[in-house]
């Protein structure tokens, strides 16, 4: 009984993660940068909304506020600071301490002008909805079901659509891709741009199931979203998202079984366990052959 | 003002400590090792509980596992096994042959994990509130010497240690075995074709490097009397990565430099400065002025203030 509770916040807590994943993956398949910065843009989403909150804006503003705040930060960042890097050489993991250097400066910049204070973040719960063995929210349902969406949106986009097509062209061989006449500086601008929106969701809705917020729950989020972007392959939706119904699942069995604070070391027990026997399948191509792209 | 000076010295001498054992993993070895600061936890836990005497079970306003209160030196040996065994455990899993990118993101990972684990698991080492009370070595032979003098034998002490490990590092850096971690850092490929191997020499430096990580933690824990997991959150590990960049990835003496720009000018000058604002204010501002002073490095001079002496190669070597 238990057991299958668990299941079904695996299933909640899985959508949350798949949102961020997803948000980061396709970015970094593209660009090849391992954004850390991605968790102070989570939490600057979530901030975004909880504004909004405040204010007593409609909620459709709060999520519209939290989509434009993730896109249009990482879309700076991206076109600026990290092209600035990326033009002067910076190789995969000299990108990646810039992305830490960025994340710091934005999680303790929040730290700052929150007070440093954790809020009780009130988003309306809906009433509670029994089948079988579950209880559910109607928010929680409506997690489940954007993650659903989002997922099917981005396999719709980069299955059946040009700009989907000229997206993983550029993904499997960026050179090829601009010599073939791809706008690739307008498909960067676009998986910056979508990215950002997903990382602004993403946070929202970890905020809105854990229903408190401070600078640090997009740092808080992060291992788990890297977890299930590296597991599902750079790039793969379809591999983020089976990554994070995993890491979801059993993060909650464990948590539900054995206490909440080892549900995230379960989690990450995955990742080790399949570092430790499938390096090949984590690690991608070799290093030589990706480069940076932006 | 004695009191002052006396803790940036132990301060200064702990964080050179800990910007060799960097300086051994990521400048010769290549090792991003973004869970720095979590080795340093481990033997500053390590100490904190092997000398607080056993603990006195439910009820007890602290609790931890292997409480016992053993001598003076013991301690910190028992903080270096500790730093040393987490690395070995780490490591065997995390540097493997991957690229450098994903080895940074797991390793972070390792380190917001950790944290968590620690600060919600109370029964290991008391949880967010840390342990406090850590007896201070040595306290009743030298009860004589007053509280500043007690300090100031205290920053001696840390310079010794100081001192030994400068001598292990340097005799390290210049010897086959630092020769060989380069080698194997600049290409990996070419190391293993002249029989070193990679994984190996980069577990060897991982493990020395926690190994010192953890006897740093040790002396800082028997410093302060207290430890607990607001001492070493993430972000603390780049403040030691900004401190080797800063002072030059790779070279001795270089970080060292970086380590008394950094650490000790940005990082504990404002905790004895008056209060601005709202309390920590000053210290989440610190933490922006270090990820820019980051990224200001990066852009402007990438090699360092005292850059790493590059090694003497034929022109064609060098392409």
Known sequence: ?294 | MSFYISTLLVYFFVDALLAWALNMQFGWGGIPNFALIMFQAAGAYAAAVVSLGPDTGAGAFQRYVFGSSLPFPLPLVVATLAGGLLALIVGSFSLRRIRRDYQAAILLIVSLIVTGLVTNVVGLVNGSNGLTGVPRPLSGVLSRLTYDGYQWAYAAWTAVIAAAVYLLVARLGSSPWGRALRAVRDNEDAAATIGLNPVSLRLQAFVIGGMICGLSGGLLAEFLASWSPAAWGYAETFAVFTAIILGGVGNTWGVVLGTLLVQVIFLQVPTFLPQVGYTGLIDALQWVLIGSLWLVCLAIRPRGLIPARRPVVSREARR
């Open chain 1, 1 to 294: 009984m238990l057991f299958i509770q668990a299941l079904g916040f695996g299933v909640i807590t899985a959508s949350l993660i798949a949102i961020g994943a997803m948000g980061f993956t396709i970015q970094f398949g593209l660009t090849n940068v391992l954004n850390i910065s991605y968790a102070g843009i989570m939490t600057a989403g979530a901030f975004a909304a909880f504004i909004a909150e405040e204010l007593h804006l409609p909620l459709v503003l709060g999520v519209v506020l939290a989509l434009t705040v993730g896109a249009g930060v990482t879309w700076l960042l991206g076109r600026t600071l990290f092209a600035f890097f990326a033009r002067r050489g910076a190789g995969l993991f000299e990108m990646v301490m810039v992305t830490l250097a960025v994340n710091l400066i934005l999680q303790f910049g929040i730290d700052a002008a929150s007070r440093e204070q954790i809020y009780r973040f009130a988003f309306p719960q809906g009433t509670s909805l029994h089948g079988g063995p579950f209880t559910v929210t109607v928010t929680q349902l409506v997690l489940i079901v954007v993650a659903v969406a989002v997922f099917a949106g981005l396999e719709l986009l980069l299955r059946r659509t040009r700009l989907g097509k000229a997206l993983r062209a550029m993904a499997a061989e960026p050179r090829l891709a601009r010599t073939c006449g791809i706008p690739t500086g307008r498909i960067v601008n676009v998986v910056w741009l979508l990215s950002g929106a997903l990382a602004g969701l993403a946070g929202l809705a970890y905020v809105i199931n854990s229903l408190s917020i401070d600078a640090s729950v997009g740092t808080g989020f992060l291992p788990l979203v890297l977890a299930a972007a590296i597991l599902g392959r750079a790039g793969s939706t379809r591999g983020a998202v089976l990554a994070a119904l995993a890491l979801g699942v059993v993060t909650e069995e464990v948590a539900a079984f054995g206490g909440a604070a080892y549900g995230s070391v379960a989690g990450f027990g995955i990742l080790a366990l399949v570092l430790l026997t499938r390096p090949a399948a984590v690690a991608g191509q070799a290093a030589g052959k990706v480069e940076v792209t932006v």
